[in-house]
Structure formats: structure tokens, C-alpha cells
């Protein structure tokens, strides 16, 4: 069975379609009807000679294609569904160092020697310092001139870039220079910022190598912190120089803008459902930051290759071809969800795939960005309890980042 609302030339991972909304009414349209769809692309305006790819749109398809690497790859082609025309494919290849385009067995290496920065003991020695910065942040916004100001820059920006800094030790100078760097790397789609891909790629090498000198320096005077573990003494099984590399490159942008943008997403979302606020408000549930990542999904989608000819969703999936997962599809599957398009802090259960589909690739640092989000929200309720929106928010042209570049407020 076809799919008679979706246009010719639609395209889940077009830009410009996602600087304006997230396409929930086409993705609807899919699970009921075609819940596997191939999406043609012309030419290679991805950056793949390949003519498009398979849109999955279903809960159930979604954690199937996450929990079998070994059929569906994110090193062959990597997990980043969309560049451009402009692209060269060796570098698109040089994305394979880092963890999120690696397969089993080395990512199960590499994983096991960065999970150590993730264990429930080193997020709680966190804890109290990332409340104390929560509630100072909170603080200084609602001190700002005026009483309006930029919810992004002001507050959702700033607890998730210093939770990354506390927890490997990037000292208090240097962090704006993180941060920039971060926003230059999955900015060059958005003309607004006039950013080149050139600057981009230059941004990514400047966090690899900032990061290589910190393992450089560490194994020099080794110290009693989370870099000197996770590259000290390379032969028992740590990171050498590159591979830290490459792991502070993910942290930049897995660590930093997608807590940046759930949190911005979840304010959003409270101020436009305004009993959910008040609940919240009076409540406090332990449920909240759970729906507020299921109602953000703030990546759209990851890709992977098909390493083999195989079957998903009743539709023939040849080796080769690239097959999209849409979190924020597979977030508002009424099959899992009871009126998933109902903002619900209190849902419980909430398997939401917001942190992703299970599997190898399941998000490192999900504990941390939860904690986060309950701390960021709950200084904001004792601090700007009558916080109101001052206008719609603007979203970030990206075709893999469910992203918001501002949201102005109001302390009301």
C-alpha cells in the first residue's frame, strides 16, 4: 500500500523542511501506510551516489535496525544521514574514528574503555557542583536587564557544555572556545550563520587537537581525573592521543547540543502546555526529563547501510542501501504511545527512543543528560516560576540536528 499523502519529492531530511517544522503529520502517514518507504534523492545532494534512501518510521523497525549492527552498519556510510552535494567522499570516510560511526568489534572496544567516564559513581561525584552551576545560571538569566532575554544562550546552552567540561577537566578559560567550536561543526546548513563547511571541518580539528594536547599533557604528569584514565598507559587497554580525539568530538556535539536542545524543546513545551508548568511546578515528577526527551528527539535521524540483502517492514532492503531511523517518528508510535501526541510529564512507562533505538549505539551519556534536564528544570521552577514565551521559537536549518537557535522569554 502506497502513500497517497506524501508529495512527490518529499524528503525527510531536507533542510529547509526542517528549519520549519518536524514533519509529524507525514510521518503518521507512514506508519499507517507505509511504514518502510524508500525516499528518492537526486543526484548526490546528500553527499551519496546512491539515489536515496529507506525511511523508517515505526517504533518496533526503528529498535530492530539499532539492535542488529551486524546487518545494519553505521561505519560503511556513517550515522550522519544527510551532508551535501559538495561533500568528497574521503570525508565522509574520516568520520569512521569516531564512535558513533563505528561497528562491533571495535566499537565495542572503544566503548568499553569510554564507559568508564559514564559509571553512576563519577555522575554522581557530579551531582551537587552541576545543581550549584544549575541554579547560578537560572539565577543570572533572571537577573538580566529587562526581564527578557534569549532562553538558548542564556540558560539551556550553559549546564550541558559544563557538565562535559567538569566531567573531563576542559578548565573554566577554555570552555566559550568549546562551545564555538561545537556550533560551527553542525551549523554550515543555516545560511544565517554563514558558516562554511570549511569552517566547520577546521572547527572539528581544532577540538580534536585541543583534546589530543590535554592527552598529550596527561601522559606527560598523569593527575587523578577522568583523562589520565582513559588514555594513561595506552598498552592496558586505554585511548591513545587520536581516539581521545575523536571521543571529545563526540562529546561536543552528542553531549552538548543535544542536551542543549532538549532542554530548550522541553521549555518550549512547557510553556505552551501551560498545566503541564503548573504540575510540574507543584510536582516536581521524576517522570518529566524521560517525556521531555520523547517529545524533543532532538536528533531527527541517524542512518545506517545494509551490510547485507534483507527484509524490514515488508519491503526488500538491498546490501548497500542506506536506511534512515526517525527518532521523533518512532517517539509518537501510537502502537507504544497512549496519545503520544499528548506532552505528558507524568508518562510512565516511557520507551521512548529519544537516547536511541538500544543496541551498540545506545546513548553513553543518558544518565548525565537526564540529570541535567531535572536539575536545569527544577532551577527554573524556584527560580522563573512565571517564565512566558515571547515569541516562537527559531529553529536551526539541519538535516540530522532537531535543533532551536533561539527562544525569547519573558520572566512575566
Not at 184 to 191: L, R, V
Not at 312 to 339: C, M, S, T, W
Request: include cysteine; proline fraction near 7%.
Amino acid at each position: 500500500m502506497t502513500c497517497p499523502a506524501l508529495p512527490d519529492g518529499f524528503d525527510f531530511t531536507d533542510p529547509d523542511l526542517l528549519q520549519s517544522r518536524v514533519p509529524l503529520p507525514e510521518f503518521a502517514e507512514l506508519r499507517r501506510a507505509e511504514p518502510v518507504r524508500w525516499i528518492p534523492q537526486p543526484g548526490n545532494i546528500a553527499g551519496f551516489q546512491d539515489g536515496g534512501y529507506w525511511a523508517v518510521t515505526r517504533h518496533a523497525d526503528v529498535k530492530y535496525v539499532s539492535t542488529h549492527p551486524e546487518i545494519f552498519s553505521s561505519y560503511l556510510n556513517t550515522a550522519i544521514i544527510r551532508f551535501n552535494e559538495r561533500i568528497e567522499r574521503d570525508a565522509i570516510d574520516a568520520q569512521r574514528l569516531i564512535l558513533l560511526n563505528m561497528d562491533p568489534p571495535e566499537h565495542t572496544r572503544v566503548r568499553g574503555i569510554v564507559q568508564r567516564v559514564f559509571t553512576p559513581r563519577a555522575i554522581r561525584a557530579l551531582e551537587e557542583r552541576l545543581r550549584n552551576r544549575a541554579h547560578a545560571i537560572v539565577e543570572s538569566a533572571s537577573a538580566l536587564p529587562g526581564g527578557s532575554f534569549d532562553f538558548v544562550t542564556q540558560v539551556a546552552c550553559e549546564l550541558p557544555l559544563q557538565a562535559i567540561a567538569e566531567l573531563i577537566g576542559i578548565p573554566q578559560d577554555d570552555r566559550a572556545k568549546i562551545f564555538d567550536w561545537s556550533n560551527k561543526m553542525i551549523s554550515y546548513d543555516d545560511p544565517e550563520y554563514a558558516i562554511s563547511e570549511q569552517v566547520g571541518q577546521e572547527s572539528a580539528m581544532e577540538v580534536i587537537a585541543y583534546a589530543m594536547n590535554m592527552a598529550a599533557d596527561r601522559k606527560q604528569c598523569p593527575a587523578k581525573d577522568i583523562v589520565t584514565t582513559l588514555v594513561a598507559a595506552e598498552d592496558e587497554g586505554n585511548l591513545n592521543s587520536d581516539e581521545f580525539g575523536f571521543f571529545v568530538l563526540m562529546l561536543a556535539v552528542a553531549g552538548n547540543e543535544t542536551t542543549r536542545n532538549a532542554i530548550t524543546h522541553g521549555m518550549h513545551a512547557f510553556l505552551t502546555h501551560p498545566d503541564q508548568w503548573e504540575l510540574y511546578k507543584a510536582e516536581r515528577p521524576s517522570t518529566a526529563a524521560e517525556e521531555i526527551v520523547r517529545w524533543a528527539a532532538p536528533v531527527n535521524a541517524f542512518q545506517r547501510t545494509a551490510t547485507q540483502d534483507t527484509e524490514l517492514g515488508g519491503k526488500q532492503i538491498k546490501k548497500g542501501d542506506r536506511v534512515g531511523i526517525f527518532y521523533a517518528a518512532a517517539n509518537h508510535d501510537p502502537e507504544v504511545f497512549e496519545n503520544p501526541d499528548v506532552f505528558d510529564i507524568t508518562r510512565d512507562p516511557n520507551p521512548h527512543l529519544g537516547f536511541g533505538g538500544g543496541g551498540p549505539h545506545y546513548c553513553l551519556g543518558k544518565s548525565l543528560a537526564v540529570l541535567e534536564i531535572d536539575l536545569i528544570f527544577n532551577a527554573i521552577a524556584d527560580a522563573m516560576p512565571n517564565l512566558r514565551a515571547a515569541g516562537d521559537p527559531r529553529r536551526l536549518r539541519s538535516a540530522w540536528i532537531n535543533g532551536v537557535k533561539e527562544l525569547q522569554v519573558t520572566l512575566g
